[in-house]
């Protein structure tokens, strides 16, 4: 069966350091993105690709970057983790093309704690 | 100005009994579509159902509904029936169709958690 999964599902750094959160599909979606979740905030866009060498900032995209180098992947990277930046991550995936039904499959989140 | 509003931060519900859930949403856009998420305890989000602006009829999944009232902007998911294991966390989102030709992130609500009572 086609998933989404996320890599570790658990971590714990420390401020200053560079993280990356990893992110796998097999749907063959197009579209990735990734959200934080943070108590009262709901759920939050961070980046989204449309396919390959596609990315583009989401509304809360300062100090995180992704890349995009085949259709599977889609990893997070916090350049220099900040307190701020622990949270729940979620990657998720859609197929490509026009219009706004494209319903998006999660993954089952990262939870980052930032020391 | 938030896009999607859900006023309930918590309800408690019997067994059995059929809920509302409240979601109204801010768009100028034509083109959109709605969606509601669960989140159980385990914390995985789980696509429950969708309806699109153009659609003439109410969207139905089950034991799930959506009663979507385009001219007040709102579109409450209806669980009939109601189980324990419907106790989670309830996200209603939005997509707007903009320039982006709909693969633009979810716009989502801060969520209500839902619990049924036996």
């Known amino acids: 069966d086609a998933e989404i999964t996320q890599s570790p599902r658990h971590k714990i750094t420390e401020t200053g350091r560079q993280v990356t959160l990893a992110c796998h599909q097999t749907w063959n979606h197009n579209n990735m993105f990734w959200y934080r979740q943070d108590l009262g905030h709901g759920l939050r866009l961070i980046h989204y690709s449309y396919g390959v060498q596609d990315t583009n900032k989401g509304e809360v995209s300062d100090g995180y970057s992704v890349s995009r180098s085949n259709t599977e992947d889609l990893p997070l990277t916090l350049e220099s983790a900040a307190s701020s930046q622990t949270s729940v991550y979620f990657c998720a995936s859609s197929s490509g093309g026009a219009g706004v039904g494209k319903t998006q499959y999660f993954g089952p989140g990262t939870r980052l704690l930032v020391l | 100005a938030q896009k999607i509003t859900q006023t309930q931060p918590g309800m408690f519900v019997q067994e059995k009994e059929a809920v509302t859930l409240d979601c109204t949403y801010d768009?100028?856009?034509?083109?959109?579509?709605l969606f509601w998420y669960k989140q159980p305890s385990s914390g995985e989000m789980i696509f429950l159902i969708y309806q699109g602006s153009y659609d003439q009829q109410n969207a139905t999944e089950g034991r799930y509904s959506l009663n979507f009232q385009k001219a007040r902007k709102s579109a409450n998911l209806v669980i009939s029936a109601s189980q324990l294991g419907d106790s989670a966390m309830y996200f209603c989102a939005m997509r707007e169709g903009g320039s982006g030709g709909g693969a633009d992130g979810l716009t989502f609500g801060k969520g209500t958690h839902l619990i049924i009572q036996p």
């Open positions: 768009t100028s856009d034509p083109s959109y579509g």
